[in-house]
């Protein structure tokens, strides 16, 4: 299921470009500018995967921010949006935590299609349906600032841990 993964198109603006690979093996090219996007205010930013993490619905703060067509992305894996900055281990907690049956909140840094990119205070909960779990939804709300800087320094450890 799902799209073909999209190709990061390089930006018009300097940017350092980075390979990533994904938890499943998938890897490719992004584009990291360096510049934050500020959240829209008084907007949440909602989406819906399946159980493997293909978008099945985005509203329109999240096709705003993030800067693709829905088109784009309804059936690709979320992961699309992951920075380079964040750590492996902050995603393995949330899948651990959504596949368990619970509710995971925590700050997310997102890369956005030019390369810029956008943090969130994320709420993400399994959609349950007659008793199975079919999908998840997220939440982001506007984070806060003093919460970010304590992510991005909590984050950089875990990269650095990670890479050894």
């Known amino acids: 299921m799902g799209s073909p993964l999209l190709d990061a198109a390089k930006p018009d603006i300097p940017a350092k ?6 938890h499943d093996g998938v ?17 949440l930013i909602v989406s819906r995967t399946d159980l493997d993490g293909h978008l099945t619905h985005v509203n329109d703060a999240f096709v705003e921010i993030s800067g693709y067509t829905i088109d784009e992305l309804i059936g690709q894996q979320h992961y699309i949006l992951r920075h380079p900055d964040m750590p492996s281990a902050a995603y393995q907690d ?30 993400v909960v399994p959609n349950i349906r007659r008793g ?9 709300r506007q984070p806060s600032r003093r919460k970010i800087e304590a992510a991005i320094t909590q984050y950089a450890q875990m990269k650095q841990n990670e890479e050894g």
């Open 94 to 123: 949330l899948w651990q935590t959504v596949k368990s049956g619970q509710k995971w909140h925590g700050y997310v840094k997102n890369l956005c299609k030019d390369g810029s990119h956008y943090w969130v205070y994320a709420t």
């Open 17 to 22: 470009e980075v390979s990533i690979t994904y």
């Open 132 to 140: 199975q779990t079919v999908g998840y939804t997220s939440v982001r």
């Open 27 to 43: 890897s490719r090219t992004i584009y990291d500018s360096g510049i934050e996007r500020p959240y829209p205010d008084g907007k």
